[in-house]
C-alpha cells in the first residue's frame, strides 16, 4: 500500500537558518503530494502541492520538487522565521474511489530567535 | 475562499452524553471528511461523504455517527464515547472525492472525562 516516510525530528534551527526536511513515498500509482503544516493549537493548511513528477510547489518561501526517480518530496526554505515553527506533514493522494490522504508522521519544527 | 469552519471550538462532555461537531464549507466542495488527531500524531481518517453520500467508513466504532444534511454540512454526532475517544477532530473538504487538495477546519478539541 501507499506510504510516506518524514525524517525523523524533532528539529531545531536557529532564525534565517536553510530548512531541509525530507520526505519518500511508496505509491502505486502516480500520487499527488503534499505540504500541510500544523500551527500549535490550530488545524491543517496546505503549504504547498505537486501533482505530477518534475512539478515544484512553492509558497511562503517554502519550496519541494516532486522527484520520481528519486520518489522524493523534499521541504526547503531558504532563511527560515521564528513563526515557522509548527509541525509540518508530508501526505501524498491517490486517486480512485476510495482515494484519501496518506501522511507522514509529521515532524516538529522549532525555530529560535 | 478556502474556508472550513468548525464548532464548537472545544467541548467537555461525559462518557453518557450526548453531543455534536458541526462542519460547514461554501466553497462548492462535494467531498467532506472526518479525522481524528492524537496529540503528535498525524490525522486518521474517518469518514469520506461524496455528494453527499457516506463512501468511506474506515471501521470507526459505531459510537461515532457522521451525517451530511447538505453539501455544505458535515455532522459528527457521538454518543457514549470513552476518554481515550479525547482528541483533536479535525474536519475537511476537497471538490471531488479524488486527489483534489483537501482543505482542513481548525478542529474542535474533544475532552471525555
Known amino acids: 500500500g501507499d506510504s510516506v516516510t518524514q525524517m525523523e525530528g524533532p528539529v531545531t534551527l536557529s532564525e534565517e537558518a536553510f530548512l531541509t526536511i525530507n520526505c519518500t513515498y511508496t505509491?502505486?500509482?502516480?500520487?499527488?503530494l503534499f505540504w500541510y503544516v500544523q500551527y500549535p493549537g490550530e488545524g491543517l493548511q496546505l503549504l504547498l502541492k505537486?501533482?505530477?513528477?518534475?512539478d515544484k510547489g512553492s509558497n511562503k518561501g517554502f519550496e519541494a520538487t516532486y522527484r520520481k526517480e528519486t520518489t522524493s518530496f523534499h521541504l526547503e526554505k531558504g532563511s527560515v522565521q521564528v513563526s515557522d515553527s509548527a509541525v509540518y506533514f508530508c501526505?501524498?493522494?491517490?486517486?480512485?474511489?476510495?482515494?484519501?490522504?496518506?501522511f507522514g508522521k509529521g515532524i516538529t519544527l522549532s525555530v529560535r530567535p | 475562499d478556502t474556508e472550513v469552519t468548525q464548532t464548537p471550538k472545544h467541548l467537555v462532555m461525559g462518557m453518557t452524553n450526548k453531543k455534536s461537531l458541526k462542519c460547514e464549507q461554501h466553497m462548492g466542495h462535494r467531498a467532506m471528511y472526518w479525522y481524528k488527531q492524537k496529540a503528535k500524531k498525524p490525522p486518521e481518517l474517518m469518514f469520506v461523504?461524496?455528494?453527499?453520500?457516506?463512501?468511506i467508513n474506515e471501521s470507526v466504532p459505531s459510537r461515532f455517527s457522521p451525517e451530511c444534511p447538505n453539501s455544505s454540512l458535515l455532522n459528527l454526532h457521538l454518543h457514549a464515547l470513552q476518554p481515550e475517544d479525547s482528541a483533536l477532530y479535525l474536519c475537511?473538504?476537497?471538490?471531488?472525492?479524488?486527489?483534489?487538495?483537501?482543505?482542513f477546519g481548525p478542529g474542535t478539541r474533544l475532552t471525555v472525562l
Open positions: 461523504y461524496s455528494y453527499e453520500k457516506l463512501s
Open positions: 505537486a501533482t505530477k513528477a518534475d
Open positions: 505509491a502505486t500509482g502516480y500520487p499527488s
Open positions: 475537511a473538504s476537497s471538490q471531488r472525492d479524488r486527489v483534489d487538495t483537501q482543505y
Open positions: 501526505a501524498l493522494g491517490e486517486g480512485g474511489a476510495n482515494s484519501k490522504l496518506t
